[in-house]
């Protein structure tokens, strides 16, 4: 069992930066792969990044990609995504997940964080 508490988020300006963090809880955090999805005002959640618990592997989506980056503590058993460059269309609830490397279910969520851009 994984529980996930997300902080971080709030308003920024376009061309901005901000940082989430996601704590985790439980047993086994390096067995766990680790990303960010978010959910904007009337569309699906889609994913943004994560981060393979063995290797540390990251994977972004193309629309993130040179802009966001994931990087995870195993000792401190965090999740953070550093995003630089906003833009208002980054505006959306951000959520953490987690999954074992070895599923493909995403079985363990947050309660998301708001990040709101300005323009």
């Known amino acids: 069992q994984v529980q996930l508490v997300e902080s971080g988020g709030g308003l920024a300006q376009a061309g901005g930066s901000l940082r989430l963090s996601c704590a985790a809880s439980?047993?086994?955090?390096?067995?766990?792969?680790l990303g960010w999805f978010r959910q904007a005002p009337g569309k699906e959640r889609e994913f943004v990044a994560s981060?393979?618990?063995?290797?540390?592997?990251?994977y972004y989506a193309d629309s993130v990609k040179g802009r966001f980056t994931i990087f995870r503590d195993n000792a401190k058993k965090t999740v953070s995504l550093q995003m630089n460059s906003l833009k208002p269309e980054h505006t959306a609830v951000y959520y953490c997940?987690?999954?074992?490397?070895?599923?493909?279910?995403?079985?363990?969520w947050g309660q998301g964080t708001q990040v709101t851009v300005s323009s």
């Open positions: 997940a987690a999954k074992m490397d070895s599923s493909i279910e995403w079985k363990y």
């Open positions: 981060i393979t618990g063995s290797r540390g592997i990251d």
């Open positions: 439980g047993r086994d955090f390096t067995r766990y792969t």
